[in-house]
């Protein structure tokens, strides 16, 4: 039999039929079921795995739009910039591993002179942070937050270190960066203590041309780490590409590793269709694993002419994968979730959404935030780039919404273990039920 529970939506009536049985479904119409095993995994409503049918509702995106905060800029000597802040938490250990940019020659030496870094960043609450004094890696500065630096030259540059935690990992790699060395392929580099870094002698661990925007997560169904990054490539709708590389587009690719050390040859995971604008591509995407499914923040240009090139607003959309990230699915194409801040503020034209860490009932979202488009330096405009802290409840990112008139979802047929019970988190408004 089936059962049916009443109740709301976000605005107003929502009937929720909720087909469940602890043994099995029964037919309809003759035919078997589509059921789907849950287990006792959350479900949440970022796409149509559960549902059967909706009627009278709408999938609408919370949006992390109140109280942003900027946490720093680059406030060190040897910064000029900073972006990508990646977040691990461990216990009342926070540690942020984020890129610095070096784009003058530094007084006292031109051993970072234009260049990109990874430094890293230390905090007790998520919220302030100080920047430990490390005495190597540098002859310029008596002692630094750099755990990575390279030097411009005929092998490139760093772009983007992402910081990760393995804990089972022998003491050696406890700690791992995955970087791109641009036009030069993907590297990686282990720490014991998440400070002093080696690089792999076998890097670099993916040859072609990638780029910037690394994103790495470990995933339990295939005990492997993937690996998201940037490519450049022609469109494959047909359409000209409008960025500032000869034509070419950002898309998103993938490679896995059982080891961190020996990754797979490269797939083409995310690319703009004929859904999407003419003046979009995927600047990044940064994917977080929660409930089993990876949730991806997918960084979207709207690329626009200047008169003398190429520059353009940054935002976020939402993405989802079941299969580890060989296909994505939109939570709501076209639809930004992490969205620009007000005129005026140090994030009005650029947001790069990069990491998020649960807190209690938040979800802490550590950003890049500018006040210039993409590839635009506006006079007056010198160091624009901040690390920002944006929150959302935790698991609330996306729900279904009822109207003025009453929505009904129905859920596919799935099984509840024996002796469990079964809840619905959902938001009763006035005149609901």
Known sequence: MNSLLKQTAQLASFLMVLACLTQGCAQRSGEEPDTVEIGTTVQLFLDDFVIESTHHLKRVLNRPDDNRIPLFGAEQPWEQRVFYPNVIKDGNQWRMYYTAGVFNDLQGGTELAKGKLVSVAESSNGSDWHFPQLKEHTGVFDSTNIVLQDIVNENGIIENG??????????????????????????????????????????????????????????????????????????????????????????????ESADFKHWSEPQLVLDRTFEDSIETDWYGLQVTIRHGIMIGILWTSEWEDDGGGRIGQQRAQLVVSRDSGYNWTFVDRGNIWFDVGPEGSFDDEVVWPSSIVTVGDEDYIYYTGSTYKHASNPPGRSNPYRIGLARVLRDRIAALEAASVEGV??????????????FLNLDILDGGY
């Open 409 to 422: 979802l129905t859920t596919k047929c799935f099984t509840v273990p024996a002796e469990k019970e079964l």
């Open 162 to 255: 992402f910081g990760i935690f393995d804990p089972s990992a022998p003491e050696r790699e406890r700690y791992k960066l995955g970087y791109g060395h641009f036009k030069h392929g993907l590297r990686v580099a282990f720490s014991e203590d998440g400070y002093a870094f080696k690089r792999y002698s076998g890097n670099p661990v993916s040859d072609g041309h990638e780029d910037t925007q690394q994103s790495i997560v470990w995933d339990p169904k295939i005990n492997k780490w993937v690996w998201f990054y940037r490519i450049w490539e022609v469109p494959n709708d047909g359409r000209p590409g409008l960025s500032r590389f000869d034509g070419k587009i950002r898309k998103i690719g993938r490679i």
